[in-house]
């Protein structure tokens, strides 16, 4: 009996059949939840006490073939698209938000590399070249298991893509000398190579963000320091220290997308930042979850006591079930629809889904503890992991929840160039 209780709790977060998922969706967002509920579930506090990094959840990620899951089939990789990727990757986040969100940074270097930049529109030639580019990464994630990350983020308006990024990059002879400083790095010591962002110092003109590089540092070059110390509210396994560059040489091979593919992609494909949301998602329904086995006295290290009989306790679960569906469909939306050039009504649902999420996932984790009471707040259950690693997706530039209200709120008030 119990066992049939947890397997429907634990059923797939988007049916097949209602969402109308391909065979292919469905397969892997098969592997990533048993992955998830095998694995990742019960390594998660010890990730999150420790802060440290989930490197034993990466190793299976690998060996699933999950490291390669947006990397085009004809180089050897799953060929995921964005939308499968995603759903996907709320899975994982039901299971170890730090392990989902840390994937994504590792993701999105193949992603966006990928079909992304497939759908820019390039020339021939231009096309060619970054297609030959980037089998020398997507080679190294299949064969050795290599891992990417993505610390853009500098402590000032850049990663909100306001102005140019202040790490630089110099040409010199076979590539460039690097030097900067990138903030809130997640993987900071146990990616294999940091896929930055920086601004291509070009003679007499003045720093712009056309001018941008995707480049992929490798983690041991000479000159790169990982300094300060982690030890934040959540998302703790993320290990998001400070890296530093100090006259890195890169060679040209290194780079991960040509110069103005990084500012044409951020342009024309925007739901490109939507995909720090599914973690977020899965946590949202990790904490529903959660609930739902406490209240019927079935969440693993407590008392069989049952609470569910009590009207507050059923009201607030449905409260709790309101608001994820209502995320879960806007989001649906969202990452179905997500696409090059799209349409100003897509680009405002994809900055409120963004918000909703964000804001939302936090919102069902703190119901969820005032719900189950006392004791769901201890440590030893998951339940308070979820609650502070939810907070912190709002945080998370360039689409912040503040951000995402803000553009939001411009964009329907004003038409382009329109002021007062
Ligand atoms: C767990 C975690 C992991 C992270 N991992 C990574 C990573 O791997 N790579 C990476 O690059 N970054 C990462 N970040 C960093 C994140 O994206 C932000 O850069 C960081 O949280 C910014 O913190 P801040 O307080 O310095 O932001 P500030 O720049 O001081 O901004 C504070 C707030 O002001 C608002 N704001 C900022 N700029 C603007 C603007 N131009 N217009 C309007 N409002 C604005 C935003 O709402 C923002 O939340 C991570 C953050 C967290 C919490």
């Known amino acids: 009996m119990k066992k049939n209780i947890i397997n429907i709790i634990d059923e797939p977060m988007f049916e097949a059949k209602a969402y109308k998922l391909s065979n292919k969706e469905k397969i892997i967002c098969s592997i990533a939840r048993k992955l998830g509920i095998n694995k990742f579930s019960k390594r998660a506090e010890k990730y999150d006490n420790e802060a440290s990094f989930p490197t034993e959840n990466y190793k299976d990620l690998h060996k699933a073939g999950l490291l390669a899951i947006c990397i085009p089939e004809i180089n050897g990789g799953l060929g ?8 996907a990757a709320a899975e994982v986040g039901r299971y170890c938000g730090a392990t989902a969100l840390t994937w994504n940074m590792h993701v999105c270097s193949t992603l966006w590399t990928g079909s992304l930049a497939d759908d820019l529109n390039m020339s021939k030639e231009f096309h060619k070249n970054h297609r030959k580019q980037r089998k020398i990464h997507y080679e190294r994630i299949i064969k050795k298991g290599a891992i990417y990350s993505q610390p853009f ?3 000032g308006n850049a990663a909100a893509g306001a102005s140019p990024f202040s790490t630089t990059a110099e040409p010199v002879k076979g590539g460039w000398k690097i030097n900067g400083k990138k903030i809130f790095a997640s993987l900071s010591g146990h990616a294999s ?7 291509e110092i070009i003679s007499n003109k003045k720093p712009s963000q056309k001018n941008t590089l995707y480049l992929a540092i490798p983690a041991n070059a000479k000159g790169v ?3 300060g110390e982690w030890n934040p509210l959540g998302m703790r396994g993320t290990i998001s220290r400070t890296l530093t ?10 780079s991960l997308m040509p110069r103005g593919m990084y500012f044409e992609a951020a342009k024309r494909w925007p739901h490109m930042f939507l995909t720090l949301s599914p973690t977020y998602v899965g946590l949202a329904q990790a904490a529903l979850d959660f609930t739902i086995k406490y209240l019927r006295g079935e969440a693993p290290n407590t008392p069989p006591i049952k609470r569910r009989m009590f009207p507050t306790k059923q009201i607030a679960v449905a409260e709790m079930q309101v608001l994820l569906e209502n995320l879960k469909s806007i989001w649906f939306q969202s990452i179905s629809e997500a696409c090059v050039d799209p349409s100003p009504q897509q680009i405002k649902r994809a900055y409120a889904t ?11 984790a703190q119901l969820a503890i005032r719900t189950c009471g006392g004791q769901s707040m201890l440590k030893s259950l998951p339940l308070e992991r979820i609650f502070r690693d939810s907070r912190c997706g709002s945080l998370m530039l360039p689409w912040t929840a503040e951000i995402c209200l803000d553009r ?3 964009i329907s008030l004003y038409k382009s160039g329109e002021k007062d």
């Open 80 to 87: 995921a698209s964005f939308k499968t990727y995603c759903l």
């Open 153 to 155: 983020s500098e402590g």
């Open 193 to 199: 190579y940091y896929g930055i962002l920086c601004t």
């Open 225 to 227: 320091n990982v300094v």
């Open 245 to 254: 560059f100090e006259n890195v040489f890169v060679a040209k091979k290194e």
């Open 354 to 364: 963004q918000y909703t999420v964000m804001e939302g996932a936090h919102r069902i």
């Open 408 to 410: 939001l709120g411009k």
